[in-house]
């Protein structure tokens, strides 16, 4: 049964601490303690550029409240953010080649069905990104608590309804977007079964994905939402899906809108389905092409 393919490989996979710490752990681990060493630097070095120059801080200048609701925004903005897609990689590698490297696929496919093992290490790896969502929520928060006890500045949390299903968008979609990226190294693993393989290949497509976008483009005289440029690069699709949730889905914008400058607008219906329609051929198909060689492939001496 499904049930008990996700029951198995969750408990395999908890039981797998290094790739846990590393794949799940880390990141949010660095985010709340280089958080709060970042803050105590910049307060101690502001401190002393002041009183190098003989200034003298007006009082309650600096000391407005901090508030935490453009913390969990700006955490669901940043929740697959490159480093984060990469960890993730450690994670996804482990789940879908783990049994080629161990060579534990002849044990386990006789107590299951082929399609449900691969719906069992999917799901699993859903709930473990999920995890590393709210723990990097939790991380983002810890910064912000840091920032306040540094500076001495009060809390607060004035949010509405509308800001929240921001946030609650921007995470969801972020988390579609590291489980679409963990599709290739699904696809990677079973083609190859080889571990490293299900590591390097989806970091291989996405670093020429990224080249792409940031030099390619003018070099083929693409515009970034034209269809044959989108549907070969779903990070575009991605950050699209972003600012059509909210114009604080895209953080450098957001920050400039915040210092005055212009919002950021609201990518029009047709970029959406693009966007829309790249994301699922990155999904859909990389699951379907594993569904369909996992089906036909000997795992006697797996």
Do not use: C, H
Request: aromatic content about 10%; overall charge neutral.
């Amino acid at each position: 049964m499904l049930a008990d393919a996700i029951r198995a490989e969750g408990y395999r996979l908890v039981r797998n601490r290094t790739t846990m710490f590393w794949g799940v752990i880390f990141i949010p681990l660095v985010v709340a303690i280089g958080g709060a060493l970042f803050n105590w630097f910049n307060k101690v070095q502001g401190d002393r550029a002041m009183a190098a120059a003989g200034v003298e801080i007006p009082a309650g200048m600096g000391r407005e409240s901090l508030n935490f609701a453009d913390g969990v925004i700006a955490a669901s903005a940043l929740g697959a953010n490159g480093v984060v897609l990469v960890f993730s990689l450690i994670v996804a590698a482990a789940l879908y080649a783990g049994d080629y490297r161990w060579e534990t696929w002849r044990l386990i496919s006789a107590r299951n069905s082929r399609l449900n093992l691969i719906l069992g290490k999917v799901a699993s790896m859903g709930l473990v990104v999920l995890a590393g969502l709210i723990l990097f929520q939790i991380a983002m928060v810890l910064f912000g608590l840091s920032q306040a006890v540094v500076t001495q500045r009060p809390l607060g949390f004035e949010t509405d309804a509308g800001r929240m299903g921001e946030a609650a968008g921007l995470a969801a979609v972020a988390w579609l977007r590291i489980m679409q990226y963990a599709m290739l190294s699904l696809l990677a693993a079973v083609v190859t079964r080889s571990l490293l393989a299900a590591l390097f290949i989806p970091f291989a497509v996405g670093f020429a994905q990224s080249l792409l976008q940031s030099l390619g483009l003018g070099f083929l005289g693409w515009e970034a939402m034209d269809w044959q440029a989108i549907l070969l690069m779903p990070g575009v699709a991605f950050d699209t899906f972003k600012l059509a949730i909210s114009p604080e889905g895209n953080p450098l914008a957001a920050a400039m809108a915040q210092a005055g400058g212009p919002t950021p607008p609201v990518p029009p219906r047709e970029e959406v389905i693009k966007a829309a329609t790249s994301m699922a051929v990155w999904t859909v198909v990389p699951f379907v092409a594993t569904i369909a060689w996992f089906q036909r492939q000997d795992l006697s001496k797996e």
